[in-house]
């Protein structure tokens, strides 16, 4: 079976700002999370709560800095 494409670095920071509001807008008042962990193959995220968070293999760590940022280009060159 072939490997599952990884999703680009754009879709991964959609569905993070996506998991990200989702969570805040509902937990006004809790602890904020740092960022959201991807899964480059599903895409599927879990929010990150510790400040080191430790990944998986096809996982990426999107930071909260970065989810906030509206509407600013992502580098050619970064990649989760």
């Known amino acids: 079976m072939a490997p599952t494409p990884k999703l680009s670095p754009a879709?991964?920071?959609a569905s993070a700002r996506?998991?990200?509001r989702s969570y805040s807008s509902i937990h006004t008042d809790g602890q904020q999370p740092i960022g959201v962990a991807m899964n480059q193959n599903t895409c599927r995220g879990q929010l990150i709560f510790s400040e080191?968070?430790?990944?998986l293999p096809h996982e990426c760590?999107?930071?909260a800095e970065?989810?906030?940022i509206e509407a600013?280009?992502?580098p050619?060159?970064?990649s989760c």
């Open 72 to 74: 600013s280009p992502l």
């Open 66 to 68: 970065e989810i906030e």
């Open 11 to 13: 879709a991964m920071l």
């Open 52 to 55: 080191r968070p430790i990944l």
């Open 18 to 20: 996506e998991i990200y």
């Open 76 to 78: 050619e060159q970064e």
């Open 61 to 63: 760590f999107i930071s």
